[in-house]
């Protein structure tokens, strides 16, 4: 499998490269009254109006301002497009099978960890978008 690693505080998150279809530099956000305080807004790409969440609220994290170096990921699950705002991207793996543990997680609520991954002295939490997508309002 291969997955996309980025950074949030100290730590380092993934998500298969199947669900990102593209990473963009920080925009101006446009406000979503009324959603969770987690979603930062919405953004116009290329004629599509996007939800993005902050990844570190959504994952009840530190909150830090987004800067000019921090990125949006554009996840696509069977349910929607949306963007998901980290701090820094760090690279692109192939990751062997033997690397990769499954989560057995609590069923309420939801746990967006779904695997971890442990590469020589790192430890990678590899998240689940469609778990991470629930709740984020769908912009047709």
């Known amino acids: 499998m291969q ?3 980025f950074r949030l505080q100290h730590d380092e998150y993934a998500l298969n490269v199947t669900a ?6 920080m925009v101006a ?10 979603i ?3 953004v116009n790409l290329r004629g599509h109006v996007i939800p993005v969440i902050d990844l570190r609220r959504r994952l009840h994290l530190s909150v830090q301002p987004p800067d ?4 949006i990921l554009i996840v696509q699950t069977d349910a ?4 998901m705002i980290v701090d820094a991207l760090v690279e692109v793996l192939d990751l062997p099978a033997a690397s990769i543990e499954t989560i057995t997680a609590p069923t309420t609520p939801r ?13 990678i939490l590899l998240l689940n978008p469609s778990t991470l997508s629930e709740s984020i309002p769908v912009i047709h």
């Open 3 to 5: 997955a996309v690693i």
């Open 20 to 25: 990102v279809s593209e990473v963009v530099r």
């Open 29 to 38: 956000l446009t406000p979503l009254p009324d959603a969770p305080e987690w």
């Open 40 to 42: 930062a807004g919405v």
């Open 68 to 71: 000019r170096n921090t990125s």
């Open 80 to 83: 929607q497009c949306f963007g």
């Open 111 to 123: 746990f967006a960890v779904q695997q971890l991954i442990h590469l020589d002295h790192r430890v």
